[in-house]
């Protein structure tokens, strides 16, 4: 219960996005909310969740055995 509850324009601001962006998230149920009457909130863990969910590690090229040929 020590969760901070965002508003949506925090979140659109802490995601670099619109506010178009999270509204969105919430109406395809793809971020977890919280409705308190007509307002809607967003725990900071499940933005924290739905970053780490959409983070794409780089991968490592295999390293060449033989030197390049010219």
Do not use: C, W
């Not at 793809?30 to 967003?42: D, L, S």
């Not at 933005?47 to 040929?69: D, K, L, M, N």
């Amino acid at each position: 219960m020590n969760d901070r509850y965002l508003p949506v324009d925090q979140v659109a601001e802490l995601l670099g996005t619109s506010v178009r962006f999270p509204r969105r998230l919430i109406e395809e149920r793809r971020i977890r909310y919280v409705k308190i009457g007509r307002h809607v909130r967003i725990p900071a863990s499940a933005v924290e969740e739905f970053i780490t969910s959409h983070t794409v590690e780089p991968r490592r090229r295999p390293r060449a055995r033989y030197g390049r040929a010219a």
